[in-house]
């Protein structure tokens, strides 16, 4: 069984790469289809140190388009063709397909921005006793960028989380499995995300925190470089940070 803890004390760097295998990334630096910027960006994660890279192949950005399930297997299936065996791998996604035969190929961990809200993915969580990143996801929203009003940001999304990590250890998932994701940018407008980002440390603290906050606009009304927005996320005990390979 996958345990995060044990997990995070094998790694050198406390960091997880985000490798994009599409066309339309919000950061405008998706792969699919092209070998030499796939094989690009393994050595710039190489010499970065990276250990873990993060493969979406869907672009979740606000207004994205949602692609057919078995669109999403050929762009990972592109991917598994030309993996590098140096890595090893979570996967970033909701189709059940694509995780499954991520897991088949030794992904390690599962990443569902929706929250694992589908019970189909806890089953597969469950019996294949991967590692997952549970993204807060606000039990009101319709869809994923629904903006939520918040009157009080850190509390109510550590209220939330704590809601849906309860859901999972019910029906089946053990604690060791967990990590959780804030969700910066999803179903938040920039000041409740910056705002959340400067509380951090107030965050649910019995599960490994992972943030992303890489490339994401609300970053610009903190005020702060690259490496104090590290520094900041590892004094408030923040376990790993998400960020694009070539950020």
């Known amino acids: 069984m996958f345990n995060w803890d044990n997990y995070l004390d094998s790694l050198e760097t406390k960091k997880i790469g985000i490798l994009n295998v599409t066309k339309d990334s919000f950061s405008g630096d998706g792969i699919y289809g092209s070998q030499d910027k796939l094989l690009s960006k393994?050595?710039?994660?190489?010499k970065r140190n990276f250990k873990l890279l993060d493969i979406g192949c869907m672009s979740t950005k606000p207004k994205f388009k949602k692609?057919?399930?078995?669109?999403?297997?050929?762009?990972?299936?592109?991917f598994l063709e030309n993996i590098s065996e140096?890595?090893?791998y979570s996967i970033d996604s909701f189709n059940p397909l694509v995780i499954k035969e991520a897991l088949k190929n030794n992904f390690l961990i599962i990443n569902d921005i929706t929250g694992f809200n589908d019970d189909s993915l806890i089953k597969i969580a469950k019996e294949k006793k991967s590692?997952?990143?549970?993204?807060?996801?606000?039990?009101?929203?319709?869809?994923l960028h629904e903006k939520m009003n918040y009157k009080n940001i850190v509390k109510e999304v550590n209220s939330q989380i704590q809601i849906q990590v309860d859901n999972l250890i019910d029906n089946g998932i053990r604690k060791e499995q967990i990590a959780v994701d804030p969700g910066f940018g999803f179903g938040k407008t920039m000041q409740d995300s910056a705002e959340l980002f400067l509380g951090l440390e107030k965050l649910i603290?019995?599960?490994?925190?992972i943030?992303?906050?890489?490339?994401?606009?609300?970053?610009?009304?903190?005020n702060m470089t690259s490496p104090e927005m590290e520094k900041h996320c590892f004094e408030s005990g923040v376990s790993m940070l998400r960020l694009h390979i070539d950020n």
């Open 205 to 209: 603290d019995t599960y490994p925190v």
């Open 86 to 88: 140096y890595f090893d």
């Open 67 to 78: 692609i057919g399930k078995n669109e999403e297997l050929k762009r990972f299936s592109f």
């Open 211 to 222: 943030v992303g906050y890489s490339k994401k606009k609300f970053t610009e009304l903190l």
């Open 42 to 46: 393994f050595e710039i994660a190489q």
């Open 131 to 143: 590692g997952i990143i549970v993204m807060h996801n606000d039990p009101n929203s319709r869809y």
